[in-house]
DNA sequence: CTTACAGTTGATTGATCATTCAACTCAGGG
DNA sequence: CCCTGAGTTGAATGATCAATCAACTGTAAG
């Protein structure tokens, strides 16, 4: 059975991101899992592995585990945008400040990524901005017609990861509200830009 | 003599840097700064103090080291927020896309800090946004009489610190670039509304 | 010369690290 | 009934970790 395998996958998973990849040791996986390091290498070769399948887990999970309940019972696509931003605000306050994006900590604290380590982490960031710019397509008639959508849909990335990189730092909203407003002034720029 | 000091503070700085602070072990210190451990714990209790006396480096030297080079024959206060971006942009440039701002590097990489610590992070993050801030009033007369300054220039923070993370994942300019040009994109809706 | 003390030396400690491995269990097929 | 092989067990390995410490050096003051 691979139910072991999973339970190594999730406890890895909840460990990078309350401790980070580094300052996780293979013993804290086995533990929280319940398994041993026999088990845990039938599975993955090393210990990156388990990132990989950690960072495979996440990439899978960004429809049916973060954007499909954001967006639930929201039509309009630029408030997609927005609602999932506030989602992030609301991580934040339910982990009193802990929350970090575990894609954005994993890519700071990867000093030398491995090309598979990076290739996974490129991936989870353009399934975000991916779902993004279809938003943005699909809000089309309310951008300005040569707007750089990818561009826009990263930038919207960029507030998010820089917003609680800073929040979690000051342990406060005010740095994560303060550059969600500004991004929220450009879009209206925008809008009034794309009515002329 | 604290020379020696300074040694293993600037042995620190840039193996925190290169390596993250978790990843560098007291044995990469001492070897890259020639000394003995006895010494190390001479003049600090424990690592982390190690890591404190960094970031009060780092933030006395964000004007001397950061600062007044990048703005050097740089009047324009708003084009002084956007040659720092490109001081960012070239980092990422000369360091093959290694580059990662410090600063934000360690805030994310320290998941359970210290208060000393992340006071110590908050304090350069601060100053910073500060030195931001100052920009954007000096050209107050171009920007919307009823703009949020300090919002804006933790914008600006956040928008180096998503664009760095996402170029240095990608290996690639592309998204930094994409960013600060969106950022540009609201300062120029900024000036226009401001003339308004 | 004597005392004192800041700074240095490097071996040592015990914990913890990722990883290995030989022995074991157990289910399914022949 | 035995064989095969996927999955499991947990002790063992050797490396590396942060931190300690008693002994030493150089210097400066009295």
Redesign the pocket.
Known sequence: ????RERIVMAAMELFWEKGYGS?????ILRKAG?????L??FFP??QDVLNAVLDTYFHGIRPMLLDPAWEGVDDPLERVFVLLGRYRQFLIDTDYFYGCPIGSLALEIHEPDPAVRERLVANFSAWTGAIEECLAAASERLPADIDRKALAQFVLTAMEGGVMQARTHRSLEPFDASISQLRNYFDCLAAAAER
């Open positions: 059975m691979s139910e072991t996780t040791s293979i013993a804290d398994a041993n390091s026999g088990s290498y039938h090393a210990k």
